[in-house]
DNA sequence: AATGTATGTTACCGGTCAGTCACAAATGAA
DNA sequence: TTCATTTGTGACTGACCGGTAACATACATT
């Protein structure tokens, strides 16, 4: 529907043409990882973005599907981290594990550098929306659910591609260290909290279930 | 200032007299964590507790107060929750922590009996409000980072009675399992979640921190 | 019966929220 | 120039929020 003919000038992407809505998107995606959803209204956003309330509901139709919008994007920075950090070491699902947990901490408690303050971490954003959200909201909830699933599937995983005793076990639990790592970075800053054993943490249940 | 001369019947504790202020504080607890904090207004507290806002505000100065009260008796579940479940076993500081884990599950996953579904679990509360309220918000943010605080230390205490190499690594990875546990306890019904492996992950952690 | 206290009732205030309308201005292509 | 699309502006609705005022009722003690 919209869009339409946009490619008509030569230039191969056109880069940036449009850009009100992706600089509200962008917007509202600080706004609510930073102050949360519930928190933050489409008339901040819109002003945060340079913009107004009408620009804001000409690109979405409601509120709640910028917020479903902005999970799913959460979601996909995620992974891509998270492909990242992995690919360093394909074939070798052990280095995998051990650099994904090196890598946590860079992506939980970001240096000051290149962070520009506004990425000071709160926690993982879809479960911060599991909070907020109400509970019979089926497409949001949805979202949350089916993300956490696929991590835990990918730790699982790799669990048993080192050959762990029980993987299923290794897998949660290991996801039980980087959701609680989350979760206590909303109360302790940097990586003041039980976040900074995580990696030690990390390997001893690795070594454990290897052994 | 309240209360004054209440005591003038007979009675020796006067059982259940002046009620209201009770239920309503009662009500928000159920309400603040079923539903979360900002979704739940005082005109919804006033009436789900059988009075209304008025009778509500000649009990409490206003709903930060009120959210700050909840959050203290959170914590003093949380802690009595604590001390019953390594009562048992004083001296034997090995056996209270696993007595912490075993109890864990009963805690974060209720089983229907006894739960008359208002207690389904929906993470820590304590935790939950962190999401939730304005991080320049020292009240409530310091209620929070204390309890949490007092969390780690208990577990490094435990860590250290019992010998571990590094205490401080080992209370702080339990923490991360129990936090994790709460924190995908939000999106997993039941222990149907990476949570039903905590109790594995933390003997593994313990047994591999004492050999 | 008289009095004081706790509680209920109704209406209201100022503010914010999500969402809409009508209209003006800018933009860009033909 | 002309015309269509995109964007900006301000006013607006209806609902809800936290919080208050004024007044009426119930009740227990004396």
Request: hydrophobic share 40%.
């Amino acid at each position: 529907m919209a869009v339409k003919v946009l490619a008509e000038t030569g230039k191969v992407e056109d880069a940036g043409k449009p850009r009100v809505r992706d600089r509200i998107f962008d917007t509202a995606c600080e706004l609510f990882y930073k102050h949360g959803i519930r928190a933050v209204g489409v008339d901040a956003i819109a002003n945060e973005a340079g913009t107004n309330k009408m620009s804001f509901y000409r690109s979405f139709p409601s509120k709640d599907e910028l917020v479903a919008e902005y999970l799913r994007e959460q979601e996909r920075g995620y992974f891509e981290w998270w492909d990242a950090a992995i690919a360093p070491h394909a074939g070798d699902p052990l280095a995998q594990l051990h650099a994904l947990f090196n890598a946590y901490l860079g992506l939980a408690c970001p240096k000051a550098e290149a962070d520009m303050d506004c990425r000071t971490s709160r926690g993982c954003a879809l479960a911060n929306a599991a909070v907020e959200i109400a509970e019979d909201n089926r497409e949001l909830g949805g979202i949350v659910h089916e993300y956490k699933t696929k991590i835990r599937r990918r730790l699982r995983k790799l669990a048993r591609e080192i050959g762990a005793r029980d993987p299923e076990a290794l897998g949660d639990a290991l996801m039980l260290l980087m959701e609680g790592g989350y979760y206590t970075r909303l109360t302790f800053p940097n990586n003041s909290g039980p976040i900074a054993a995580i990696n030690k943490a990390a390997r001893s249940l690795i070594e454990s279930h290897l052994r």
